[in-house]
């Protein structure tokens, strides 16, 4: 038939409304929502005929393509996926994945009226911020403390209040730009701060920062070097030296810390990774870090340190730009209220616990997807190997987790078909690839994912 015919035969919309599965989908689908559907449907197909991809036209093929399109119309465009990279904190599949807990807290607020701005024992109007200001004193020893939408931030903030149109002296080697182009010495320009880069990119020495000080010196400042390690001849000055010289001239120091790390790794078998408790111990005045990252937290900023400094930003006009939403505090004061116990924290907060899971309990895992996926899946071959997985977030760049993977093999797709249609299946399944062959680490798979991993291998073809 020719394209014409074709073109001439499509049906119009109010035909296509007609028929029983689209009368259907209008039950629990809006209609504007369906109409857009079928006319991308037959969008879909005018272009198919347009560039004769096909000779015959049918309502059936039509009205199967209408009910993909109706599926993929519907469904969220911020969803669900699956998480077989290994990388716990893994910054683009949305960081830190909350606690049972901190989720009920968060369906709380926001179903609900609450106190967010209401003191309620005086019946008058409150601040937000004081809800979790006593937690987090108490978790991390602060003398006082405030939360912001994120570090980033958290960052602009503290610069903003402190070291507006003044100098804040950093070392060369720490100014850092950390995933998704966070980059500190652009946050700091936007603060007004100016930067006093002091040192080479591997030593820094204390006499680096002295030199430097002046009568416009607004904080020394150091930045924790999260996703990267310097190796070899390094020095950098310690916190105590810092802090010592900062006193002697009346200048704040702050500390940027990144991750958030409130329990100290080294007991686990880790390298020892700066707690948020060791630097306001060791005299650091302010400290900001993330909520999102090794806290396990919702996406936030935390600031902590001297009252005098914080009251400062409580009261800068900046903060209001900068708030920290309900749900966001919801979330956090749960997710804190587990590190008041540390064994709690471990076992309830996901990211902690898949940080510290143990070898034994992954290869448990990895045996059993495997025995599931080899009884249901022809055509591939999965083994279990050894392997590591990665912090992620910017965090421990250097620790390697031992851990289990499934290593996947096809003799009809090749590794990069298999990692494209898992990524395209209704639930995505992000894999790794390395060395030619499709990875999936055990360490941030959850039992409860495993039927759709096993069907998405048997819809592969
Ligand atoms: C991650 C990180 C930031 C940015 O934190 P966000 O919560 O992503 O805004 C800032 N500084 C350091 C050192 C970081 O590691």
Redesign the pocket.
């Known amino acids: 038939m020719m394209n014409r015919d074709l073109l001439r035969k499509l049906p119009k919309v109010d035909e296509l409304l007609q028929e029983e599965i689209v009368k259907k989908e209008l039950n629990n689908t809006m209609r504007t929502l369906v109409v857009e559907t079928l006319r991308q449907t037959i969008d879909t197909y005018r272009n198919l005929i347009l560039k004769d991809k096909i000779s015959e036209l049918s309502k059936e093929d039509m009205l199967k393509t209408f009910s993909e399109h109706i599926k993929k119309n519907n469904s969220p465009k911020l969803r669900k996926v699956i998480n077989a990279t290994g990388t716990v904190v893994h ?1 683009n599949l949305g960081r830190s994945l909350l606690s049972k807990s901190a989720v009920d807290a968060v369906v709380n607020v926001a179903e609900n009226y609450n106190n967010l701005e209401y003191d309620i024992d005086k019946g008058k109007r409150g601040l937000r911020y004081s809800h979790i200001e006593d937690l987090i004193k108490k978790i991390t020893g602060a003398e006082s403390a405030m939360v912001v ?7 602009m903030l503290v610069l903003n209040t402190l070291c507006s149109e003044k100098e804040a002296i950093v070392s060369r080697g720490q100014l ?1 730009e ?3 182009s ?1 980059r ?1 010495p652009d ?1 700091m320009s936007f603060s007004g701060a100016k930067l006093v880069e002091v040192g080479t990119t591997n030593r820094t020495h204390l006499y680096d920062y002295e030199n430097n000080i002046n009568e416009n010196t607004g904080v020394l400042l150091k ?5 990267f390690k310097i190796m070899g001849f390094t020095e950098e000055v310690s916190i105590e030296d810092l802090v010592e010289l900062g006193k002697k001239h009346s200048i704040p120091t702050y500390e ?4 958030g790390v409130l329990v100290d790794y080294s007991k686990y078998g880790f390298v020892y990774e700066p707690t948020v408790q060791e630097s306001l111990k060791r005299g650091i005045d302010v400290v ?6 090794m806290l396990g937290g919702p ?3 935390v600031i902590v340190g001297k009252k005098e400094y914080i009251d400062k930003m409580k009261k800068n006009q900046l903060t209001r730009a900068l708030r920290v939403d309900k749900m966001t505090l919801a979330a956090l004061e749960a997710t804190l209220k587990y590190y008041l116990d540390e064994k709690e924290a471990i076992d309830n907060i996901p990211t902690l616990n898949m940080i510290l899971n143990s070898k034994e309990n992954i290869k448990r895992k990895a045996n059993k997807l495997k025995r599931r996926l080899s009884n249901k899946v022809k055509n591939f071959e999965f083994k279990i190997e050894s392997d590591y997985s990665m912090v992620g ?3 421990m760049p250097t620790e390697r987790l031992d851990t289990y993977v499934i290593k996947v093999k096809s003799y009809e797709l090749s590794p990069e078909e298999i990692e494209c249609k898992l990524r395209m299946n209704d639930t995505p399944i992000v894999v790794r690839i390395y060395n030619n062959e499709v990875i999936m680490d055990l360490r941030t798979l959850f039992e409860k994912d495993f039927d759709i991993i096993v069907n998405a291998f048997q819809n592969l073809k």
């Open positions: 910054t939408n994120n570090n980033a931030a958290a960052v850092v950390i995933g998704g966070f500190v946050v930045v924790h070097t999260s996703n940027d810390i990144g991750s900001t870090f993330s909520g999102d990252k996406q936030a900023g977030g910017g965090a």
